[in-house]
């Protein structure tokens, strides 16, 4: 059953006692046997079937599209058109009262005849379930999102909280599901025309075994421009090797660049087989991973005279650049690798050859640049078998009664997470039998402080029982503190502090943010999310890919620390992190990690 009313009205939007209403429909519809989609959507379609209740039509093809704009629908259709974009289903979401976006994801990654799942969605519900059936789709999922900005961080308690906003959120779910984010109709469209190829498509057999792209033009400026789109798209554009350069020397002229950007020079209007024979040698080298070509092609066939060379020398040239198309698309089949078309001219007879044989072709170079990284990006995970991972939730372990600085030191020590000695005292006598227990020098914190540092709640490096006496006397005469830690000072030579938090977000569940940690968390803003529990292997991925990450291998002189420790201990704080529901925050600030290991310096958790 389908109840409609417009996306922003209808008998459900914002009435009283709406939740009331909307579930005693939803069991009357139960009762017939039937299911409820909506309230407040626009429809239903499934070109597969005869079922269509929805006000417009929808070209028939491979996306099923569930949106929760009606409006948005339709613009993603009108740009869909440009590319070749048609839909097996779509379905308006509404207040998904009783059907959800997660039901419709798991039956649409059932649907054969359905490629790819196109997703607008202003609330995931259960975003977990959401990006548990997204990873488990089996086909790609591309997700246009609203409503990510970061006024969720502002009831936040701890750093971890105060970083982590809904953007990040997403993006870390999306990545970890194995799902393509984007921020527009339009990236949408593009990512869509890239992926959404069926079974046994040309596009869909081609493999990528990483990003090394080879930007391939018939003139300088597109080559430079398409270069940076290509970085900036996450694509790497490594100078080619000797051999490859060699071989390339084969086909074109000696004026051509071959270092990558590789550039005709102006050898394709007179030999337009030279697109074709290029195209061939960049497919074959092991060193290139996909390739996109950019700039003129297409133009000799669009135009019936060409470029000042007579009606003649036009049917010539442009006779000789579809030729080359076909040349390009037999070499693609012999050497299947993503390859991505940016031309002035995208509806040319030479570039219609290309995009029939499943070639992307886009007027723009971005849209280029974007399509390719996510060919690449899914080509290489799916030739790897190595698709992200969704992690699993633990089992809920019993919960945390003693909330305290050491109460949570204590619950990550039992879980494996190393920590210097340390005892709580609340007087002078507890403070100097803490002295006599574990040698100095001594640090000395004052609790339940959220900043300590800013507070002058932390004294570093107090040689002997005399000068953490003194310390003491001094802090607790300023601060009043009901209760301090003593604990052995950890070395901090040749070390790095990072930060290891996890959020429990209401739609997502556990989030985890690991970066630079410290007393400059929060000014360096170098973090990293996943969702929770994080296993070492995309720990240490999370840490490779921070900004600062030279830091962890030395500069200046100092050795590379152990990131495969730190990483381990990752893996242990965000598991117990997962298997405590009844924490909202939880955070180890600073982890410092040096050559021989790592050791948590700081913690504190917070109840939800």
Same mark, same amino acid.
């Given at each position: 059953?389908?109840?409609?009313?417009?996306?922003?009205?209808?008998?459900?939007?914002?009435?009283?006692?709406?939740?009331?209403?909307?579930?005693?429909?939803?069991?009357?519809?139960?009762?017939?046997?039937?299911?409820?989609?909506?309230?407040?959507?626009?429809?239903?379609?499934?070109?597969?079937?005869?079922?269509?209740?929805?006000?417009?039509?929808?070209?028939?093809?491979?996306?099923?599209?569930?949106?929760?704009?009606?409006?948005?629908?339709?613009?993603?259709?009108?740009?869909?058109?440009?590319?070749?974009?048609?839909?097996?289903?779509?379905?308006?979401?509404?207040?998904?009262?009783?059907?959800?976006?997660?039901?419709?994801?798991?039956?649409?990654?059932?649907?054969?005849?359905?490629?790819?799942?196109?997703?607008?969605?202003?609330?995931?519900?259960?975003?977990?379930?959401?990006?548990?059936?997204?990873?488990?789709?089996?086909?790609?999922?591309?997700?246009?999102?609203?409503?990510?900005?970061?006024?969720?961080?502002?009831?936040?308690?701890?750093?971890?909280?105060?970083?982590?906003?809904?953007?990040?959120?997403?993006?870390?779910?999306?990545?970890?599901?194995?799902?393509?984010?984007?921020?527009?109709?339009?990236?949408?469209?593009?990512?869509?025309?890239?992926?959404?190829?069926?079974?046994?498509?040309?596009?869909?057999?081609?493999?990528?075994?990483?990003?090394?792209?080879?930007?391939?033009?018939?003139?300088?400026?597109?080559?430079?421009?398409?270069?940076?789109?290509?970085?900036?798209?996450?694509?790497?554009?490594?100078?080619?090797?000797?051999?490859?350069?060699?071989?390339?020397?084969?086909?074109?002229?000696?004026?051509?660049?071959?270092?990558?950007?590789?550039?005709?020079?102006?050898?394709?209007?007179?030999?337009?087989?030279?697109?074709?024979?290029?195209?061939?040698?960049?497919?074959?080298?092991?060193?290139?991973?996909?390739?996109?070509?950019?700039?003129?092609?297409?133009?000799?066939?669009?135009?019936?005279?060409?470029?000042?060379?007579?009606?003649?020398?036009?049917?010539?040239?442009?006779?000789?650049?579809?030729?080359?198309?076909?040349?390009?698309?037999?070499?693609?089949?012999?050497?299947?690798?993503?390859?991505?078309?940016?031309?002035?001219?995208?509806?040319?007879?030479?570039?219609?050859?290309?995009?029939?044989?499943?070639?992307?072709?886009?007027?723009?170079?971005?849209?280029?640049?974007?399509?390719?990284?996510?060919?690449?990006?899914?080509?290489?995970?799916?030739?790897?078998?190595?698709?992200?991972?969704?992690?699993?939730?633990?089992?809920?372990?019993?919960?945390?009664?003693?909330?305290?600085?050491? &109460? %949570?030191?204590?619950? $990550? +020590?039992?879980? /494996?997470?190393?920590?210097? !000695?340390? =005892? #709580?005292?609340?007087?002078?006598? @507890?403070?100097?039998?803490?002295?006599?227990?574990?040698?100095?020098?001594?640090?000395?914190?004052?609790?339940?402080?959220?900043?300590?540092?800013?507070?002058? &709640? %932390?004294?570093?490096? $107090? +040689?002997?029982? /005399?000068?953490?006496?003194? !310390?003491? =006397? #001094?802090?607790?005469?300023?601060? @009043?503190?009901?209760?301090?830690?003593?604990?052995?000072?950890?070395?901090?030579?040749?070390?790095?502090?990072?930060?290891?938090?996890?959020?429990?977000?209401?739609?997502?569940?556990?989030?985890?943010?690991?970066?630079?940690?410290?007393?400059?968390?929060?000014?360096?803003?170098?973090?990293?999310?996943?969702?929770?529990?994080?296993?070492?292997?995309?720990?240490?991925?999370?840490?490779?890919?921070?900004?600062?990450?030279?830091?962890?291998?030395?500069?200046?002189?100092?050795?590379?620390?152990?990131?495969?420790?730190?990483?381990?201990?990752?893996?242990?704080?965000?598991?117990?992190?997962?298997?405590?529901?009844?924490?909202?925050?939880?955070?180890?600030?600073?982890?410092?990690?040096?050559?021989?290991?790592?050791?948590?310096?700081?913690?504190?958790?917070?109840?939800?």
């Amino acid at each position: 059953m389908l109840a409609e009313g417009g996306e922003q009205g209808g008998p459900f939007a914002g009435a009283v006692g709406e939740g009331a209403r909307q579930r005693a429909v939803v069991a009357r519809v139960r009762e017939a046997g039937a299911v409820l989609v909506g309230p407040n959507c626009l429809g239903i379609a499934d070109n597969t079937t005869e079922l269509y209740l929805a006000s417009d039509r929808f070209a028939p093809g491979g996306v099923a599209l569930l949106s929760q704009s009606g409006n948005l629908a339709l613009e993603l259709q009108l740009r869909g058109a440009q590319h070749g974009l048609g839909f097996s289903r779509f379905v308006s979401l509404g207040n998904q009262a009783d059907v959800t976006l997660v039901d419709l994801v798991e039956d649409c990654a059932r649907h054969a005849a359905s490629t790819a799942i196109a997703v607008y969605a202003e609330d995931f519900g259960d975003g977990r379930a959401f990006a548990r059936a997204a990873a488990a789709a089996g086909k790609p999922v591309v997700l246009l999102t609203a409503g990510r900005g970061t006024a969720s961080a502002r009831s936040a308690q701890s750093h971890t909280g105060a970083l982590t906003t809904s953007a990040d959120v997403v993006a870390a779910a999306c990545r970890d599901a194995g799902v393509e984010l984007v921020r527009t109709p339009r990236e949408m469209t593009v990512v869509l025309a890239a992926l959404s190829a069926g079974p046994g498509h040309p596009r869909t057999k081609a493999r990528a075994s990483g990003a090394r792209t080879a930007v391939f033009t018939d003139g300088g400026g597109h080559g430079a421009i398409a270069a940076d789109a290509a970085e900036d798209a996450g694509l790497g554009v490594p100078e080619l090797g000797a051999a490859t350069q060699a071989r390339l020397r084969t086909v074109l002229w000696q004026q051509s660049a071959v270092g990558n950007p590789v550039d005709l020079a102006g050898m394709g209007e007179q030999q337009p087989l030279s697109y074709a024979d290029t195209v061939a040698e960049l497919l074959a080298a092991d060193e290139v991973d996909a390739v996109l070509m950019t700039g003129y092609f297409g133009g000799y066939a669009a135009s019936e005279g060409g470029l000042g060379s007579g009606a003649s020398g036009g049917s010539v040239l442009a006779e000789g650049e579809t030729l080359a198309a076909e040349k390009i698309v037999t070499h693609l089949a012999a050497a299947p690798k993503p390859l991505v078309v940016q031309s002035m001219y995208p509806q040319s007879p030479s570039c219609r050859v290309l995009a029939g044989a499943g070639v992307p072709v886009f007027a723009a170079t971005e849209d280029a640049a974007r399509a390719l990284s996510a060919m690449t990006g899914r080509a290489a995970a799916d030739s790897a078998g190595e698709l992200p991972g969704f992690p699993a939730l633990p089992a809920p372990a019993a919960p945390l009664r003693d909330t305290g600085y050491h &109460g %949570v030191r204590t619950l $990550l +020590a039992a879980a /494996g997470v190393p920590f210097p !000695a340390a =005892r #709580e005292i609340t007087d002078e006598a @507890g403070l100097l039998a803490a002295a006599g227990e574990f040698e100095g020098p001594y640090v000395l914190k004052a609790l339940h402080l959220l900043h300590k540092s800013d507070a002058g &709640g %932390v004294a570093l490096r $107090l +040689a002997g029982r /005399g000068a953490l006496l003194a !310390a003491y =006397r #001094e802090m607790h005469a300023r601060l @009043g503190a009901p209760a301090y830690s003593v604990e052995a000072m950890a070395d901090l030579s040749d070390g790095i502090e990072l930060i290891v938090g996890v959020n429990r977000d209401p739609r997502f569940g556990p989030v985890a943010m690991v970066g630079l940690g410290g007393v400059l968390t929060e000014t360096l803003r170098d973090v990293a999310f996943a969702l929770a529990p994080v296993p070492a292997g995309r720990a240490e991925a999370l840490l490779r890919g921070l900004r600062t990450a030279a830091l962890l291998d030395g500069v200046r002189g100092r050795p590379a620390v152990d990131v495969a420790a730190a990483a381990a201990v990752i893996e242990r704080i965000t598991t117990v992190a997962a298997a405590h529901p009844e924490i909202a925050e939880l955070e180890v600030n600073p982890l410092l990690v040096r050559p021989d290991g790592a050791l948590a310096l700081d913690a504190r958790a917070v109840l939800g």
